[in-house]
């Protein structure tokens, strides 16, 4: 099959044509930076040691004090690299590799667009070439077969999602015709689920000199290596023509053998291996999506104390549960009723960085791609295929979708496990192991641990317990929120939605989100009682 396309990247003075994918839409481009980046590393680096005050961007000499830039490089003084930052435009890049890569660390900002409120179109989804044609034809067939489930499976999920959809607001049923988009975008957030991981996305991606520069070093990490050295070569490209003197301390890739999970990525795992892990894994979930397995004992009297110290007071003049409130109850530290986010700046608030909690999660690997956006609840993502069974598809339900017509689940599961014997076919031919792993649904379950400490858990349990919310992400923040008050009473009663604390901040309106309104009154009811199809 002759390449529709390839993708060029520089290499050495010389461009060398990567001809890892038959077909990429890929295209990067640098929006916006600094004036002079590498000038202002070096201006910083000098001011920390100037006598005569501030050392401007026009007071460095590239030839004066280039061996400075590099020596402080090399002595691991990099944050004189992280003021600079650069605003690029992505397209073409798939899901996978941007929850393995781009987003599997909390240094970055993204837009990016949104497969639950964008339909994704035909066509839209990276092509390697397997250099194999019985290979080749199996992977652009299904990709056009699962294209089309995508498609039918909006239209028959609609009437479960229309019925779930007027159940929670009633009145609007009668001008149904004036809310069928709104159904459809519903629809199509669960009928994404059947996509493959293949997909493409496009995004504005903000990052500093540091980080691209860590990027580029670890360009061919797992699970995507191919296309992540593509995406981060053409991103160093763009940063070399905007200002080329960053090639003084640019690193070339480590190579795949360099890193410590390369023997067992080689070795691999036997399937009965991967079963007893996932056996294992689920077992100790107990049915929930997010299991609390380690926290700090004395929690709630650490938080306390944290609090009296900001004001110098005794546990005598202030007892534990009046300290906690201080800091976590909106109707008294009226911070927490703010748009903006506050919280990491206050006195009190910071008193919640003392609190930690750490969870086991498993989620398809489209939740995953939304809760990893949340930088500051860090997890430990796995190399993909080391969790997956190729003889057993591992996916992941929507509620919606156990709600429809027996024809809609049937379309469902079968789309999905067509995909995963697809995967399995590939595998058996000897395939790439990254190149297979495009066919895999984004239903399928990634199973890793996360932790967080209380300030930044509260910020995402106000935003993911919101109705909405993702569901999965939902459902697991429901566990957790659960499990803490179980463990940390004093605590845990202040873990709610965004309408919960601004209920009790006195904030109005009560609900944030306009005509995005959820339609259940979430603020006067308790969290045992949460409880949603769509």
């Known amino acids: 099959m002759a390449l529709l396309k390839t993708i060029e990247t520089q290499k050495n003075g010389k461009h060398v044509p990567d001809t890892a994918f038959i077909h ?4 990067v481009k640098l929006i916006n930076a600094f004036a002079n980046p590498f000038k202002n590393a070096i201006a910083t680096a000098r001011t920390c040691y100037s006598s005569k005050g501030i050392i401007t961007d026009e007071g460095v000499s590239l030839e004066k004090h280039a061996a400075l830039a590099k020596s402080i490089y090399e002595a691991g003084h990099h944050t004189t690299l992280q003021h600079a930052h650069f605003q690029f435009a992505i397209e073409g890049v798939s899901r996978h590799a941007i929850w393995s890569f781009l987003h599997s660390h909390p240094f970055y900002n993204s837009e990016q667009v949104s497969q639950r409120y964008v339909e994704v179109k035909n066509g839209s989804y990276v092509v390697p070439n397997f250099e194999n044609s019985e290979a080749q034809s199996l992977y652009q067939s299904e990709m056009e077969r699962v294209m089309a489930d995508y498609h039918d499976l909006i239209g028959l999920l609609t009437p479960a999602v229309a019925d779930a959809y007027f159940e929670r607001f009633p009145h609007r ?4 015709d004036d809310y069928q988009k709104e159904i459809k975008k519903k629809a199509q957030e669960v009928a994404r689920y059947v996509l493959p991981v293949s997909t493409t996305a496009y995004l504005y991606h903000t990052i500093s000199g540091i980080t691209l520069l860590r990027y580029y070093r670890l360009a061919r990490m797992a699970d995507v290596p191919s296309e992540t050295y593509a995406l981060v070569r053409a991103m160093v490209d763009e940063l070399l023509r905007y200002d080329p003197n960053y090639a003084l301390i640019l690193e070339e890739p480590l190579e795949p053998e360099s890193y410590p999970e390369a023997e067992y990525i080689r070795t691999g795992n036997a399937p ?7 056996h294992e894994f689920d077992s100790d979930l107990d049915g929930n999506y997010s299991k609390l397995v380690d926290y700090k004992a004395f929690a709630e009297k650490t938080l306390a104390n944290s609090v009296r110290e900001v004001m110098g007071k005794t546990e005598r003049e202030i007892g534990d549960e009046e300290a906690i409130a201080l800091v976590l109850d909106p109707g008294k530290n009226t911070i927490l009723g703010e748009t903006l986010v506050l919280t990491t700046e206050t006195k009190f608030s910071r008193a919640m960085h003392n609190v ?10 489209t939740a995953d791609s939304q809760d990893q956006r949340h930088r500051m609840t860090p997890g430990s ?3 993909l295929h080391m969790q997956l069974r190729d003889d057993t598809p591992d996916f992941e339900t929507p509620m919606v979708v156990k709600t429809a017509s027996q024809e809609t689940q049937d379309r469902y599961k079968n789309s999905i496990e067509q995909s995963w014997k697809s995967y399995a076919k590939l595998r058996a031919l000897g395939m790439n192991q990254e190149f297979c792993e495009y066919m895999l649904p984004n239903a399928t379950n990634i199973r890793f641990t996360e932790s967080s400490d209380l300030l930044s858990l509260h910020h995402k349990h106000a935003m993911r317990l919101c109705y909405n919310a993702q569901e999965e992400i939902w459902r697991a923040s429901v566990d957790e929120a659960e499990q803490i008050r179980e463990i940390h009473p004093m605590i845990g009663k202040y873990l709610l939605p965004p309408c919960g604390l601004r209920d009790l901040a ?6 944030p989100e306009g005509e995005r309104y959820c339609g259940v009154k979430v603020w006067k009811i308790d969290l045992n009682e949460y409880e949603r199809v769509i």
């Open 272 to 278: 009965h291996d991967i079963a007893h892990f996932i």
């Open 381 to 383: 993502r796995p190399i």
């Open 173 to 176: 049923k009668k001008k149904s």
């Open 24 to 27: 990429s839409p890929l295209k």
């Open 356 to 365: 930690h909690y750490t969870f086991r999660k498993k989620l398809s690997h």
């Open 506 to 511: 006195h904030v109005r309106p009560i609900c």
